[in-house]
């Protein structure tokens, strides 16, 4: 049986069909076409939609990294500025010395305590650490102003011992020992 293709013949076979069975085959085929567009279409470009949002979501943690790992360079670099006078290699244990025994005193001068004397001391030096003894009279607060100056020296300078003794003008009598750790 041969079977003609002819618009007219198609058509004759279109009427002839039941307005139920149309509606079915109307249906089947719009679905048909819908399918046929998608998977020749849209899927390629869903595909490359998908894609392109996992380049785009790896390229955003990249950033986050990036601007995390900058900031935390930023961090270090700024706190590394900061100790940078505290870790400076020492000198030689003289020059230290000397250079220890210079700033003590002008704490000691700027506090407005009186200084009574000022010597290295023979208990702290060590390898790795050099000390100078001091004696003097103040009052509490010049006391106070001397050692907050002593903290926040820039050679990381420690008050290893300490004795206050109050005299009868009620003045303190202050002996001290102010060591430096020396870095090789």
């Known amino acids: ?11 004759q076979r279109w009427q002839r069909l039941k ?9 089947l085929g719009t679905l048909f076409m819908l399918w046929a567009v998608d998977l020749i279409a849209f899927r390629p470009l869903r595909r490359h939609l998908h894609a392109l949002e996992q380049e785009v979501q790896q390229t955003k943690k990249q950033l986050i990294d990036a601007t995390i790992a900058d900031q935390n360079s930023a961090n270090v670099a700024k706190a590394f500025k900061a100790y940078g006078p505290y870790s400076t290699v020492s000198g030689a244990p003289e020059t230290e010395l000397a250079g ?6 002008t704490s000691v001068r700027q506090s407005g305590m009186v200084l009574l004397n000022l010597k290295p001391s023979a208990r702290v030096v060590s390898g790795n650490t050099i000390g100078v003894a001091v004696d003097g009279e103040s009052s509490p607060e010049q006391l106070m102003r001397l ?3 002593l903290q926040r020296s820039q050679r990381a300078l420690k008050v290893t011992e300490l004795s206050i003794r109050v005299s009868e003008s009620k003045t303190l009598r202050v002996a001290m020992v102010v060591s430096k750790l020396l870095i090789h």
């Open 1 to 11: 049986m041969a079977v003609k293709f002819s618009s007219s013949a198609v058509l």
């Open 19 to 27: 307005k139920g069975q149309r509606l079915v085959a109307g249906v």
């Open 100 to 105: 220890l025994l210079s700033d003590v005193e």
């Open 147 to 149: 050692l907050d100056q």
